[in-house]
């Protein structure tokens, strides 16, 4: 076979090959076996020497395009594998922006920390102000101040955690009241959420648990406007239609007392177990400020009148979410507290 014939069969292979060549390494194998420097090409070229001048003008010639030919045959061919692995990495990568996200763990309040939270801002929104005071109170600050006798049942060592050092654990929130009377000249609209103590425990009692006190005191200030107040508290929490009445009751602190019942939200009223038949809820004390107690901090009841409340979160709580068992607030049951996510 002349080197012409040779020329032209390394070329009729060379397309064959790299027809077959389907990734970058076998392109790779292809063009060292025929332009490497020990490749065929080279090969057929050392042998142009033994040619006639003119010969090896034509010959040479041919071998040039031909080389130039493969060369850019195997750019071509690079190309497109280049893209096809460049497919194959996109395809493989691809992100479906329609499926699901995984779960981000993150972290929630818990319920009556959001109920807290939820009636706080109702009223901050109506211009109250959030005090707070120690968990750790005066005896005085607790039950004397706050108009309550030496020998209320309240004060009985089975009813409230005395400690060594005189002090108790406050067994309501009410005693902010004596703080912030002491700390400030009325006008005054606070409220005072926080941890409250008691020597209880049975389904709806807790040794510790929480509350709301609340405290309006100015020149004018009148029954209307505790129930005007106490209204929009509640249909804010319940819902514009909750059935609200008022019922006379006693507290120390305040004369004339009054419950606060709402209707009934397990059975809209028609009497069943949470309600005992009665399809009213009781959900907070409240009442004008006693004389007494203006008396102990200092301010003239004379030109001065005022309301205060108190309510449990907790029950609150329980009543919003149909929650049985307040114990269950307080285990710690990640099954539980896993249905509040997103609450707040
Ligand atoms: N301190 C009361 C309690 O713990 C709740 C309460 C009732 C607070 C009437 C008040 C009030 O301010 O006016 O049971």
């Not at 142009?48 to 750019?75: C, D």
């Not at 929630?108 to 959030?130: N, Y």
């Not at 507290?251 to 606060?260: I, R």
């Amino acid at each position: 076979m002349g080197l012409k014939e040779e020329l032209l069969t390394l070329k009729e292979e060379i397309t064959k090959n790299l027809e077959k060549a389907s990734n970058i390494q076998t392109l790779e194998e292809v063009r060292t076996q025929f332009l490497g420097k020990k490749g065929r090409l080279k090969h057929i070229l050392k042998t142009l020497g033994k040619l006639s001048p003119e010969e090896r003008k034509e010959i040479g010639k041919l071998a040039n395009s031909i080389k130039e030919y493969i060369e850019q045959q195997i750019k071509e061919k690079e190309n497109i594998l280049k893209n096809l692995l460049l497919q194959e990495k996109l395809q493989k990568e691809k992100v479906d922006i329609t499926l699901p996200s995984f779960w981000l763990d993150i972290g929630a309040s818990h319920p009556v920390i959001s109920t807290l939270v939820e009636i706080s801002e109702i009223f901050l929104s109506m211009g109250f102000s959030i005090e707070e005071g120690p968990e750790i109170e005066f005896e005085e600050y607790n039950f004397d101040m706050l108009n309550i006798p030496k020998d209320h049942p309240a004060r009985d060592m089975q009813d409230t955690f005395f400690l060594n050092n005189g002090m108790l654990l406050r067994t309501h929130t009410s005693p902010v009241q004596i703080r912030t009377m002491l700390k400030r000249n009325p006008p005054i609209a606070m409220i005072a959420p926080g941890r409250v103590y008691r020597k209880d425990a049975d389904p709806t009692h807790s040794p510790m648990f929480h509350q709301i006190e609340g405290l309006m005191i100015d020149k004018d200030i009148t029954f209307k406007d505790l129930k005007g107040i106490l209204k929009i508290f509640l249909e804010n929490v319940f819902g514009k239609d909750i059935p609200i009445r008022f019922r006379p009751s006693y507290f120390p602190f305040t004369e004339p007392s009054a419950e606060v019942d709402i209707g009934c939200t397990v059975c809209k009223g028609k009497g069943c177990r949470v309600c005992k038949g009665t399809g009213w809820l009781e959900i907070l004390g409240c009442g004008m400020v006693d004389p007494n107690v203006f008396k102990a901090v200092d301010i003239d009841p004379e030109e001065y009148t005022g309301f205060a409340f108190g309510l449990g979160i907790e029950r609150i709580t329980m009543l919003k979410y149909q929650i049985g068992d307040i114990r269950i607030l307080f285990e710690n049951n990640m099954n539980f507290n896993n249905q509040f996510k997103g609450l707040r």
